[in-house]
């Protein structure tokens, strides 16, 4: 069994519950066996933070931390690494290129799993961070799934209601303007939280699947440690 390391702290309601899938995911599949998690919380100012997610400005800021917690976790004895935020992956091939261990990507496994799913339209709820970098378009695309985004106006509602997540506030309100975006969204098979702390909201749609990137991701992770 391989022991997974997970860069977290993005924030932490979203990390804990990563490790919460993972741990009872592995306990359903062998319920003598106890997965090898090791976690790097990364201590990130804020000011870093609210200036990326409201802003999306300074991501390059991020760069150092990511790649310091990763070599932590390959020295404690990680034989591969996750990272349970999908805007950070941005950064992934400067993360990758630090430590010689696998680096799972949140954005690969996702299309996959939209692919075995025979998705081939979706809506997508990120941070502008993961939007502009065009994360998901790209991969997706390649894919032939085709994809519907929120506007301006409502990227920016987006934004803001991760923020206030990722800082411990989840309101009834967020949920609501979450649900009004998805209204909007024409044609779509499925929606895609492409923001791994939307989670947190519990969001449903009568009628349309609501398939949480995190979820995707600690599935992925179980078979790592597994295989």
């Known amino acids: 069994m391989k022991t997974a390391g997970i860069i977290g702290g993005f924030g932490p309601q ?13 306990q359903k599949e062998n319920s003598l066996v106890k997965p090898h998690i090791l976690i790097s919380s990364v201590p990130l100012p804020f000011h870093i ?35 349970p935020c999908n805007s950070l992956h941005i950064h992934i091939d400067p993360i990758r290129d630090s430590v010689c261990i696998p680096v799972l990507s949140i954005i690969q496994e996702t299309a996959s799993f939209l692919c075995q799913k025979a998705i081939t339209r979706v809506g997508i709820l990120s941070t502008a961070m993961t939007a502009q970098h065009r994360l ?20 920016n509602i987006l934004n803001e209601i991760v923020f206030r997540l990722v800082n411990g506030r989840n309101e009834q309100k967020d949920r609501d303007a979450l649900i009004d975006i998805m209204f909007t969204f024409d044609d779509v098979e499925c929606v895609l939280l492409a923001c791994t702390d939307l989670q947190l909201l519990d969001l449903t749609l009568p009628g349309m699947p609501i398939f949480d990137t995190m979820k995707i991701l600690a599935d992925s992770t179980v078979r790592e440690i597994l295989d």
């Open 136 to 155: 998901y378009e790209k991969e997706l695309g390649d894919h032939g799934i085709l994809y519907h985004t929120p506007d301006k106006n409502q990227q």
């Open 14 to 26: 979203t990390t804990a519950k990563f490790y919460e899938e993972i741990f009872f995911a592995c």
């Open 49 to 83: 933070e609210s200036s990326a997610i409201l802003k999306n400005e300074g991501v390059e800021e991020y760069i150092p931390y990511l790649i310091t917690e990763a070599r932590r976790l390959e020295k404690a004895g990680a034989d591969f690494i996750v990272m």
